[in-house]
């Protein structure tokens, strides 16, 4: 989602910078600034959209694997534990972080550029404390995978081969004698 968002922003600089023969008109009329205070503010909205729409999505998913590990494994609690911990970081992304970033960003929509803005040291903070979220997500989720992994390689095989093996013993033949 940052990678789509820095380059919504350059789109929108580069409208300004570039414009099309009847976005220059328009822009002749209200100016190049606004133009771009304009577009950057657009942008500013349909990523606050985008990012409402992922986090709605990854709740979503990722209530569905919960519960998949909860009721349709048999993992360890500790894979169960990461699985609602997973949940818990994007309920708070969504319901805390989001929302504050959204409304401290909304201060400085229409700013000039090197303006001072009252909250940027706490949208700051919370654009840091977003990207600590999302690397704590990306490493509980790379320990699971690696968990889940190495799991089906050591132990899983044995326990299934324990239970088809019965079979072929004699004791749990189904021969009527």
Do not use: C
Request: charged fraction near 20%; aromatic fraction near 10%.
């Amino acid at each position: 989602m940052a990678l789509i968002a820095w380059g919504d922003q350059w789109q929108a600089d580069h409208m300004v910078d570039h414009p099309s023969p009847s976005l220059a008109v328009e822009m002749h009329l209200i100016g190049a600034g606004n133009a771009r205070l304009l577009f950057r503010y657009q942008t500013a909205e349909e990523m606050r959209r985008n990012y409402e729409l992922w986090e709605m999505a990854q709740i979503a998913v990722g209530s569905l694997f919960f519960l998949f590990i909860l009721f349709g494994t048999s993992e360890s609690k500790i894979v169960v534990g990461a699985g609602l911990g997973l949940l818990l970081l994007v309920l708070v992304q969504r319901f805390f972080l989001s929302p504050n970033i959204a409304s401290t960003g909304r201060l400085a929509d229409f700013l000039p550029p090197g303006t001072a803005v009252a909250g940027a040291g706490k949208l700051t903070a919370l654009w840091g404390f977003y990207a600590g979220v999302e690397g704590a997500k990306w490493l509980i989720q790379l320990m699971m995978a690696g968990r889940l992994i190495a799991g089906r390689r050591s132990g899983d095989s044995d326990r299934i081969r324990n239970y088809v093996n019965p079979i072929d013993k004699a004791n749990y033949r189904h021969v009527n004698r």
